[in-house]
């Protein structure tokens, strides 16, 4: 479903003889303000903010002329992540500045939505030198108590698929692993040999010494690398980096295309672009959070989670299942049900969670989920009957086999699980069957 979605600025953000002023709209107050300080390594953060800002106005697969979205920026204690998806939500971009890359304070905790426009971008390509470069995050204290009776919008205004881009992202990283460390030298190298941006083939990177050798089949330890012009946007940071390191799920001999993470760190901050299992899908569709989301109490333990959530740069998940006396599942099932709104993402560096300040609306995972709410009518109509591992779901006039396999996973003799062999998360006759399970475990 599309949506008109409105932004307000006071200004435009721009490069000042100060520093870098950009400009805010949207969040827990009107335009507010998270940072005011110096950034160690200018260039460094001129380009990186340049390529998130690059992943939101690009539609990699099928592209159109440039869209223009603005980039969400999250201030957290002693961290700023900028976040922002392709126009076709096949890649997330996220820039994270860590406490070595600015000489300042977060003066304020929150998440909104920053205004990159054309003039801001021209003027941070230019930047370069070793001298600070101030940025103010929000416009200043004077032109917001000036202006502030003009400003109206006060929940952070995001396009629906980066919502439920947000939603998924999460949880798939979640379950990541350090697969390759690259130094800069061999990673410009190899990023130089990729595909061109027309590519869409599906490669594996294996490490192989220093560097990473491309193969045109899986194999253990690979990492899936689904249209590799997709890395474009790491090319402008790469005189900066230090290393590359990449990021994947577990994969076999056989194994299909699965969703990965590219990150360059310069020591002051990291850039990194998460790239969808194949050039065509979004991950606004992937479906990874659906088992999550399935279960009867995880709105209401999403409340208390959510109650109980700190400022922190990550998110303890033992230390919060404590605070809550929930069991860990139960926690990250919350986790991801808070992910619906946007409210919760992982850092794969990090190998932790973090939050953003957005309304946690109960109601999205169903609105965002229609096999959710297909799962919940099938269980409600009584039409799931189970056989041991197998399950029999009545669904209009046909029955489908539901049966349950060792690592957790289902498969459905449906045609929608015909088609997509589980790699687009559960059909709505799997979910009602583990909604059915897990109420009379």
């Known amino acids: 479903m599309n949506a008109v979605q409105t932004y307000r600025y006071l200004q435009p953000s721009a490069l000042r003889t100060a520093g870098l002023d950009l400009q805010t709209s949207g969040g827990p107050a009107a335009n507010p303000r998270f940072f005011s300080g110096f950034l160690t390594t200018p260039a460094a953060a001129a380009a990186g903010l340049l390529a998130v800002a690059e992943v939101a106005r690009t539609r990699y697969h099928q592209p159109v002329s440039p869209a223009s979205l603005d980039p969400v920026v999250t201030g957290s204690r002693n961290r700023l992540r900028f976040e922002s998806f392709s126009g076709c939500c096949g890649v997330y971009a996220r820039m994270d500045v860590v406490p070595a890359g600015f000489d300042g304070e977060v003066v304020g905790h929150g998440t909104t939505n920053v205004d990159v426009n054309p003039p801001l971008r021209e003027a941070l390509a230019r930047v370069g030198g070793i001298e600070p470069l101030h940025l103010a995050v929000g416009p200043n204290d004077l032109t917001v108590s000036t202006m502030e009776a003009a400003v109206v919008e006060r929940k952070v205004p995001l396009p629906g698929r980066w919502m439920r881009g947000f939603a998924e992202v999460h ?54 690398l689904a249209g590799a012009g997709r890395l474009a946007a790491l090319r402008g940071l790469l005189r900066h980096a230090r290393t590359l390191r990449v990021y994947g799920p577990t994969v076999r001999t056989g194994s299909p295309a699965v969703p990965s993470t590219w990150e360059l760190d310069t020591g002051s901050l990291r850039l990194s672009l998460t790239l969808s299992p194949e050039p065509y899908r979004g991950f606004s569709g992937e479906g990874a959070a659906l088992l999550a989301l399935a279960g009867d ?98 669904s209009g006039d046909e029955d489908y086999r539901v049966r349950r396999l060792p690592d957790g996973g289902f498969t459905c003799t449906c045609r929608w699980w015909a088609k997509h062999q589980g790699q687009r998360g559960p059909c709505k006759h799997a979910l009602a069957v583990s909604m059915v399970a897990e109420v009379t475990a």
Do not use: K
């Open 171 to 224: 949880v798939l990283t979640a379950g990541f692993e350090p697969r390759a460390e690259v130094p800069a030298a061999e990673a410009a190298a190899f990023l130089r040999r990729l595909p061109g941006g027309s590519d869409r083939s599906v490669l594996w990177a294996v490490p192989a010494g220093r560097t990473l050798r491309l193969t045109s089949r899986p194999a253990p330890g690979a990492v899936c």
């Open 297 to 394: 109490e995880v709105i209401d333990d999403a409340e208390l989670v959510s109650a109980l959530l700190s400022w922190d740069p990550t998110i303890d998940v033992i230390a919060l299942a404590e605070a809550a006396g929930l069991p860990d599942d139960r926690v990250r099932a919350a986790l991801a049900q808070l992910g619906t709104a946007g409210r919760v993402g992982y850092d794969v560096a990090d190998a932790g969670y973090f939050h953003r300040v957005m309304p946690h609306d109960a109601g999205r995972a169903e609105r965002d989920n229609p096999r959710l709410v297909g799962a919940r009518t099938l269980v409600e109509q009584g039409a799931v009957r189970r056989d041991g591992d197998h399950a029999t779901v009545r």
